[in-house]
């Protein structure tokens, strides 16, 4: 299959074609998050479809949990679990690949997203297999396995209904439980008239038309694939299971048909027993989709003669999570069960969309997650604290408790720390440590105050300052400053005591 070069919209991402067609579009440095959502904010047609989007996910997970009455229970127990696990994290994970290992299937160890892509591209090679199926993973975007089985000369097909049209349109995710939410029924149905040929000029924008379209176009590609590749939702560490939740049954496909199984997950994806299993299952499909059960939940457990794959193999990805362990705040960002219900309540991603926080972890969680996996170092990364207002909503509605306005918090700390040593500081930076040396002494800070008042006084116009010159104007970009009093409190209060 070969995809259609990348569309060009004001709200595309930074990227270029890929040597592949089937690989999607090979990702550039991502920049800042403020200039990558600029293009988003003018996209008026994207904003519309996130708004309604966001709008109808958050009443249906509404009404599914206060139809829970143990709701809160539940919520309460997914956090103790999360917690607890990472705490011996070591301990599950052994039990895991024992339990893996014993039930016939192959633990791989990856320390870094390049150790995962060479693992995975050479057990691919090792079959010589020159394409592979593919359900939906954002594991697997996190390493860039596709354009790296592209580069190797292994067609990638990406086989859930919205990861399809991303691939086939040559962009990048723009919401955790649904991909291609930033596109409509008719920049679907145009999309696949033309990529499709098999679709025909007649295709409706029925939705059952369109999921037709798609199963037609990928019911070869699962029969004649020798590889699959899947993610996983959970790992049972007691039975070595690997547990995929999704609502189309395409990952059942993959796991089922091809002989050889892959799976990446990050080692965060442990659950002790079945019994924590229960907890989840039912936390996620409320908090993501508003649903009580989801259709599919599919479960493997190494190998069985005759019946499905004949080679299983689980790739462990740290990439970052064992320093994100490390800290007692943040770790909190490793219980994420990928709900995305965060997303569906932040106004900010309502108006941003996902695309400007990369193309791997929208939203609020990726806004945590993202900075402890790769570090605050650079640009791109730092700015994602910032991409919050801190209103808390996220956490309200996080099915198990991460607090992501205090993981937030503390990873801006982080990014100043960072920032102090540099050898040339930053201009906030420079500004800042002004202001302390100004406002470490009183003399100086009246000196300051006084002047300070005279020229913002000077620059108000019927009361307010719209605009502040050089780096100060950065405030007033979005907002208006109130001029100051003509007095300040130090001077009224010693007036009023002489």
Aim: proline share 7%; hydrophobic share 40%; net charge positive.
């Amino acid at each position: 299959m070969t995809a259609s070069s990348p569309r060009t919209t004001p709200s595309s991402p930074r990227t270029t074609p890929s040597t592949s067609g089937t690989s999607g579009p090979v990702p550039l440095p991502m920049p800042k998050f403020a200039a990558a959502a600029r293009s988003a904010l003018a996209d008026t047609g994207q904003r519309r479809n996130l708004r309604g989007a966001t709008a109808a996910a958050r009443e249906r997970e509404a009404e599914a949990v206060a139809a829970t009455d143990d709701w809160d229970d539940l919520r309460e127990a997914g956090r103790a679990i999360g917690e607890a696990t990472l705490l011996r994290l070591d301990a599950h994970l052994e039990d895991l690949e024992r339990a893996v290992t014993g039930a016939g299937g192959t633990v791989h160890w990856a320390a870094d997203a390049a150790e995962a892509r060479r693992v995975v591209t050479d057990l691919v090679r090792a079959i010589g297999a020159d394409e592979v199926v593919k359900s939906s993973s954002a594991t697997t975007r996190e390493i860039g396995l596709n354009v790296a089985l592209a580069r190797a000369g292994v067609a990638v097909q990406e086989t859930a209904l919205a990861d399809l049209v991303v691939q086939l349109g040559g962009d990048e995710p723009s919401h955790p439980l649904s991909p291609a939410l930033h596109r409509d029924r008719a920049e679907i149905r145009e999309l696949f008239g033309r990529t499709m040929p098999a679709a025909g000029p007649g295709l409706s924008d029925d939705p059952a038309a369109l999921a037709a379209a798609a199963r037609a176009h990928l019911r070869d590609r699962f029969l004649r694939a020798p590889v699959a590749v899947t993610g996983a939702n959970f790992l049972v560490a007691e039975t070595g299971t690997v547990v995929v939740v999704e609502s189309e049954g395409n990952a059942r496909m993959c796991l089922t048909l091809p002989g050889t199984l892959i799976t990446v997950a990050g080692i965060d994806k442990v659950v002790p027993t079945w019994a924590d299993l229960e907890v989840f299952l039912q936390l996620l499909p409320r908090a993501s989709s508003g649903e009580r059960m989801t259709p599919y939940v599919s479960s493997w457990t190494g190998v069985t003669p005759g019946d499905g794959p004949r080679e299983f193999h689980l790739v462990l990805l740290d990439n970052g999570r064992t320093r994100a362990l490390a800290d007692e705040v943040g770790r909190a960002a490793l219980r994420c069960v990928h709900c995305s219900a965060c997303a569906n309540v932040c106004p900010v991603y309502e108006r941003a969309g996902g695309r400007a926080y990369g193309p791997v972890y929208p939203g609020p969680i990726g806004a945590i997650l993202i900075p402890q996996l790769n570090g605050v170092g650079g640009a791109a990364n730092a700015s994602l604290p910032y991409a919050s207002t801190l209103c808390g909503a996220c956490a309200d509605v996080c099915p198990v408790k991460i607090d992501i306005p205090e993981v937030l918090v503390r990873l801006r700390g982080a990014v100043v720390e960072s920032r102090r040593r540099r050898p040339v500081p930053t201009p906030e930076l420079a500004l800042m440590r002004g202001m302390a040396w100004t406002m470490g002494d009183p003399r100086r800070y009246e000196t300051a105050l006084r002047r300070g008042t005279k020229w913002a006084r000077l620059l108000s116009r019927g009361g307010r300052i719209r605009r502040l010159p050089g780096l100060l104007g950065k405030w007033t970009e979005a907002r208006d400053l109130p001029a100051p009093p003509s007095e300040s409190f130090r001077t009224w209060w010693t007036r009023r005591q002489a």
